[in-house]
């Protein structure tokens, strides 16, 4: 018999993009000394009191209108106890249960292996971070900048059936977070864990029914996307092969890590519940009112994404899949695209020259496109000068490097270099005839059925004009002349 595969997400991500933290007013900043961006309340300290950051809240309600979830009427936040080192307020504040989180029952649709999907989202809420901790031979450190920075957990149901659809709705989901402008959501600096649950049931039954769902494993704060995608597959095999065995009993409600080196999950504890947390309202913060008006202005400063973006690439601009998943995948780059398109670039030029030149010149050079001298204004002179024959298409590459290196807009190294290309034709003819002057002998014997015989002639004009003649201006006089006079 077959199994199928229920996985559920939760998924966490660091709000990068506040100025303070989610309660107090330390700054929210990655990469300073161990230590240096703390307050009072962030160590815990008796009589200090929390203050919601507005900011953090506004974009907690943001991704909730994204994932289609309702949003609360009053906003509330609850204490979750329990005793950690990295937590000294013994509390975590938080939002899971009771009072309504920022956002509820939503739908996220994704795309996996070039497929549409769905998932429902169980809940988002708002909560804070605790301190970090590393493990040295024998002694520990810990690090209370991160204590307190804004976190959003996003809950989904179980509703992916591989290791494939669940990364990738992580996927999709840090690219909303980055077009959303709250997080780099870089799972390298620790912006982005996963807790992974698992289970497996009868392929026969009726998925819908929760009855028929297996007993679930749950593998605790993975930390890459790559070790979600293993530990998934680690745990389908393991639960299927105890359940091939007739040893289904041995798979049981619990706490697993996923383990790097020896690649499998590794018990932790056995599940803790909600009732041992003994949640409660957080009294020091009262609740407090989103105003309709609040959540208009909110949803109406949401960009288009880059599933929308996508989208509109392939059936409006009629660009490649491959093309347009380059052009959404970093928003600033499909930014510096859109602003070229909205400038009347032509749009295949446009994202020609996006995808080739630019993105290779700065991959090469490391570069953020924020900090690449050429404006979207600019590429669209490149592009025209191109279209417009003043310079052809091999010359369009020397001159976008001749106007990195020489900090000059694309006219003005066309000018500057004396690049424009010979397209008049009665400048052209002139040279024509001075061609045929000094080869007479060739020409009167030219083979007009020899096509051959053309590129001569057509290579002295070159060589005179130094390149600069339009090539099939310059061909077609030449014919003409070559032409009348053997006739
Ligand atoms: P708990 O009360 O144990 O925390 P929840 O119902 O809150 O469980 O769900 C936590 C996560 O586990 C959610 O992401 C949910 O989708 C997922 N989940 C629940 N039941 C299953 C199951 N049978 N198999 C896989 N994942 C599950
Ligand atoms: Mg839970």
């Given at each position: 018999?077959?199994?199928?595969?229920?996985?559920?997400?939760?998924?966490?991500?660091?709000?990068?993009?506040?100025?303070?933290?989610?309660?107090?007013?330390?700054?929210?900043?990655?990469?300073?000394?161990?230590?240096?961006?703390?307050?009072?309340?962030?160590?815990?300290?008796?009589?200090?009191?929390?203050?919601?950051?507005?900011?953090?809240?506004?974009?907690?309600?943001?991704?909730?209108?994204?994932?289609?979830?309702?949003?609360?009427?009053?906003?509330?936040?609850?204490?979750?106890?329990?005793?950690?080192?990295?937590?000294p307020k013994n509390?975590?504040?938080?939002?899971?249960?009771?009072?309504?989180?920022?956002?509820?029952?939503?739908?996220?649709?994704?795309?996996?292996?070039?497929?549409?999907?769905?998932?429902?989202?169980?809940?988002?809420?708002?909560?804070?971070?605790?301190?970090?901790?590393?493990?040295?031979?024998?002694?520990?450190?810990?690090?209370?900048?991160?204590?307190g920075v804004p976190?959003?957990?996003?809950?989904?149901?179980?509703?992916?059936?591989?290791?494939?659809?669940?990364?990738?709705?992580?996927?999709?989901?840090?690219?909303?977070?980055?077009?959303?402008?709250?997080?780099?959501?870089?799972?390298?600096?620790?912006?982005?864990?996963?807790?992974?649950?698992?289970?497996?049931?009868?392929?026969?039954?009726?998925?819908?029914?929760?009855?028929?769902?297996?007993?679930?494993?749950?593998?605790?704060?993975?930390?890459?996307?790559?070790?979600?995608?293993?530990?998934?597959?680690?745990?389908?095999?393991?639960?299927?092969?105890?359940?091939?065995?007739?040893?289904?009993?041995?798979?049981?409600?619990?706490?697993?890590?996923?383990?790097?080196?020896?690649?499998?999950?590794?018990?932790?504890?056995?599940?803790?519940?909600?009732?041992?947390?003994?949640?409660?309202?957080?009294?020091?913060?009262?609740?407090?009112?989103?105003?309709?008006?609040?959540?208009?202005?909110?949803?109406?400063s949401i960009p288009?994404?880059?599933?929308?973006?996508?989208?509109?690439?392939?059936?409006?601009?009629?660009?490649?899949?491959?093309?347009?998943?380059?052009?959404?995948?970093?928003?600033?780059?499909?930014?510096?695209?859109?602003?070229?398109?909205?400038?009347?670039?032509?749009?295949?030029?446009?994202?020609?020259?996006?995808?080739?030149?630019?993105?290779?010149?700065?991959?090469?050079?490391?570069?953020?496109?924020?900090?690449?001298?050429?404006?979207?204004?600019?590429?669209?002179?490149?592009?025209?000068?191109?279209?417009?024959?003043?310079?052809?298409?091999?010359?369009?590459?020397?001159?976008?490097?001749?106007?990195?290196?020489?900090?000059?807009?694309?006219?003005?190294?066309?000018?500057?270099?004396?690049?424009?290309?010979?397209?008049?034709?009665?400048?052209?003819?002139?040279?024509?005839?001075?061609?045929?002057?000094?080869?007479?002998?060739?020409?009167?014997?030219?083979?007009?059925?020899?096509?051959?015989?053309?590129?001569?002639?057509?290579?002295?004009?070159?060589?005179?004009?130094?390149?600069?003649?339009?090539?099939?201006?310059?061909?077609?006089?030449?014919?003409?002349?070559?032409?009348?006079?053997?006739?």
């Open positions: 018999m077959g199994y199928l595969a229920k996985i559920g997400l939760e998924m966490h991500c660091e709000i990068s993009e506040t100025n303070s933290k989610v309660f107090s007013s330390a700054a929210n900043t990655y990469s300073s000394i161990p230590n240096s961006n703390i307050r009072p309340l962030d160590m815990g300290f008796p009589g200090t009191l929390p203050v919601v950051n507005k900011e953090a809240v506004k974009m907690a309600l943001k991704t909730s209108i994204v994932l289609n979830c309702s949003q609360p009427e009053y906003m509330y936040f609850e204490r979750k106890n329990y005793y950690y080192p990295d937590m509390y975590q504040i938080t939002q899971e249960t009771k009072p309504i989180p920022v956002g509820i029952y939503g739908h996220v649709e994704y795309e996996c292996n070039g497929e549409e999907k769905s998932v429902r989202v169980n809940n988002i809420h708002l909560e804070e971070d605790a301190a970090s901790q590393d493990h040295l031979f024998d002694v520990s450190t810990i690090d209370y900048n991160r204590a976190l959003l957990e996003l809950v989904t149901e179980p509703d992916f059936h591989s290791a494939d659809e669940a990364v990738s709705f992580l996927e999709h989901m840090r690219s909303v977070y980055q077009y959303l402008d709250i997080s780099e959501a870089d799972s390298k600096k620790g912006q982005l864990r996963c807790d992974v649950n698992v289970s497996i049931m009868d392929e026969n039954l009726d998925e819908n029914n929760p009855k028929n769902w297996g007993t679930k494993v749950e593998i605790k704060n993975v930390n890459s996307f790559g070790g979600v995608r293993d530990a998934i597959n680690y745990e389908i095999k393991r639960q299927s092969k105890l359940k091939d065995n007739g040893e289904y009993d041995k798979v049981v409600q619990e706490t697993r890590r996923w383990d790097e080196e020896s690649q499998s999950t590794i018990t932790m504890r056995s599940k803790v519940d909600a009732l041992d947390y003994k949640y409660f309202v957080e009294p020091n913060i009262p609740k407090f009112k989103i105003s309709k008006e609040w959540l208009k202005e909110i949803k109406e288009e994404l880059a599933y929308d973006r996508k989208k509109k690439y392939i059936n409006e601009y009629n660009l490649s899949e491959y093309d347009s998943n380059i052009l959404v995948k970093e928003k600033s780059i499909s930014d510096y695209f859109e602003k070229a398109v909205e400038l009347g670039c032509d749009i295949k030029q446009a994202a020609n020259w996006v995808n080739g030149m630019i993105l290779s010149y700065l991959n090469y050079n490391e570069m953020k496109i924020k900090d690449f001298f050429i404006t979207p204004e600019m590429l669209k002179e490149l592009i025209d000068l191109i279209e417009s024959k003043t310079i052809s298409s091999k010359q369009g590459k020397d001159v976008f490097y001749k106007c990195l290196e020489e900090k000059k807009s694309p006219k003005q190294v066309v000018k500057d270099e004396g690049m424009m290309q010979i397209t008049d034709e009665n400048e052209i003819i002139n040279i024509v005839n001075e061609v045929i002057n000094e080869n007479e002998s060739q020409a009167k014997t030219y083979d007009s059925q020899n096509p051959k015989a053309l590129d001569y002639f057509v290579g002295q004009i070159m060589k005179k004009t130094r390149g600069k003649a339009n090539p099939s201006v310059a061909s077609k006089l030449m014919k003409e002349a070559l032409e009348k006079l053997v006739k």
